[in-house]
């Protein structure tokens, strides 16, 4: 294997292990930076995103900036914006060279997604048509999870299967050019689109990307579902490439 290959895959790992260690602090922007750059058109924000992960040691709260300033243009994304008539779609914006993925989303008139988690990354999303609501959970028995200890069941245990119910802390209003931010040490979230008469489309930014997250029922069960794309860079996806 060549030297230049194996020195980038051990850049990679450690980017990994950085942004990793980052969801134990990164909390989210309310707004953009005073001195973070204007971001005008879709193009200049992949470019912008790009640049960003060059670094080993990625500036998440200039990543937060950039989908702050990013203003939707539904002439930028609408040839990404897929719908399926009877579930979510997830559609691939750009790969972001195995770092990062950027995704559109697309709702349909009450389409939700299930109760999951983000398998220990950054998960910004930002609204670019219509209205959707988060609904945030406790992360049942996740040792980091402040929030979950001062709340914990008087016989669950650490390491121990936990049979209470999934405990919503909070839910909030999404609308458009809003951003939300969640990690696992957040919680989990579901996402849904509230109205029977209007889609809704989002922009999603994860990183690290993942193959694989968890997705959790009411009664706290856990099962490991895998994460598919249906388009990519506004192509179908046959079922073996999903």
């Not at 048509?129 to 609904?135: N, S, T, V």
């Not at 968890?214 to 996806?237: E, H, I, L, M, P």
Request: with cysteine.
């Amino acid at each position: 294997m060549a030297l230049s290959k194996i020195d980038a895959e051990i850049e990679q790992v450690d980017q990994e292990k950085y942004l990793r260690q980052a969801t134990n602090y990164y909390q989210a922007l309310e707004k953009p930076l005073k001195y973070g750059p204007v971001i005008e058109t879709m193009d200049q924000l992949i470019t912008a995103l790009h640049r960003e992960f060059e670094s080993n040691y990625v500036n998440i709260e200039m990543v937060n900036h950039l989908m702050l300033s990013y203003k939707s243009n539904p002439k930028e994304w609408r040839k990404y914006a897929k719908f399926d008539r009877y579930t979510y779609t997830r559609n691939l914006v750009d790969a972001g060279n195995g770092k990062f993925n950027l995704l559109i989303l697309c709702w349909g008139e009450g389409h939700g997604s299930s109760v999951h988690d983000h398998a220990d990354s950054h998960c910004f999303m930002k609204m670019l048509k219509g209205d959707l609501r988060e609904k945030r959970y406790e992360y049942p028995n996740r040792p980091n999870n402040t929030i979950s200890k001062s709340t914990s069941h008087p016989h669950s245990h650490e390491g121990d299967i936990d049979t209470r119910e999934l405990v919503e802390i909070g839910e909030t209003p999404i609308g458009v050019n809003d951003v939300a931010y969640i990690n696992d040490n957040l919680g989990l979230h579901r996402v849904e689109n509230p109205s029977h008469a209007d889609t809704s489309v989002s922009l999603h930014l994860y990183c690290p990307p993942f193959d694989t997250c968890s997705v959790f029922q009411d009664n706290c069960k856990k099962t490991t579902a895998k994460v598919t794309f249906w388009s990519k860079y506004g192509v179908r996806t046959k079922l073996n490439e999903q």
